[in-house]
């Protein structure tokens, strides 16, 4: 069987490992009302308290997932997989249309791709066949046990980077408080790379940084 390149996409991301067929994702697709999304950077993929009665696959590009104050939770690309929760194999599809979204999606690459489903029409095709639901019901762990180690990673970097803006905050790092980041970040698996992208960002230069002094621009005279 031959799929879109959409199709492709979407089968490889999330259906593949989960146990569907090539057969069984297009007869999905067909009985759920796929549809195929694009999304220009700034605008919301999902608001919180929209009704939640489709269920969103990210395909490409990178998304944010929001809180209620709109503070960052998480950022990645199309390892986010589905936008919030896919399927329970307990609910009632006919109570599916009441439940609301937790958190906001926004897109923040140029463009944003997602697939969407129709939630209940996705619980009905699934739950008909033993197998679909024993499918259905991996790939919504699969997609639970990627997103705890992404935020997990991200957790602890953001954790190191307020380390650091507190521990430079005067201009100055002395050896003490660079002792402490690196035990830290060797004790958290902080990769050097790492470590130099978030030096960056908070205005720091590697050299600057082992110096323990931040370099002062003269004005011009």
């Known amino acids: 069987m031959t799929l879109t390149d959409d199709e492709d996409l979407a089968y490889n991301l999330a259906f593949a490992r989960a146990g569907f067929t090539k057969q069984q994702l297009c007869d999905l697709l067909s009985s759920a ?17 929209d009704v939640y009665d489709t269920i969103t696959l990210f395909l490409d590009g990178t998304v944010q997932q929001l809180s209620a104050t709109n503070d960052k939770i998480a950022e990645s690309n199309s390892r986010m997989g589905w936008l919030g929760h896919m399927f329970d194999p307990t609910a009632d599809p006919e109570t599916l249309s009441a439940w609301k979204r937790h958190f ?9 791709r997602t697939l969407s489903l129709s939630r ?14 024993e499918a259905a019901t991996r790939m919504q762990s699969d997609d639970y046990g990627v997103k705890l180690c992404m935020l997990l990673t991200q957790n602890r970097l953001e954790t190191y980077r307020k380390m650091m803006e507190m521990a430079v905050m005067d201009g100055n790092v002395d050896e003490h408080r660079r002792k402490a980041l690196h035990e830290w970040r060797s004790r958290h698996k902080i990769s ?9 960002e908070i205005g720091w230069s590697a050299q600057e940084f082992d110096n323990g002094k931040r370099a002062t621009t003269k004005a011009a005279s």
């Open 120 to 133: 209940a029409d996705f619980h009905r095709h699934v739950v008909a066949t033993p197998k679909l639901r």
């Open 192 to 200: 050097d790379e790492e470590h130099l992208k978030l030096l960056s």
């Open 104 to 112: 906001s999606w926004k897109c923040t690459a140029q463009r944003c």
């Open 33 to 49: 009302g796929a549809r195929w999304n694009t999304v220009q950077h700034g605008d919301f993929i999902h608001r919180r308290g």
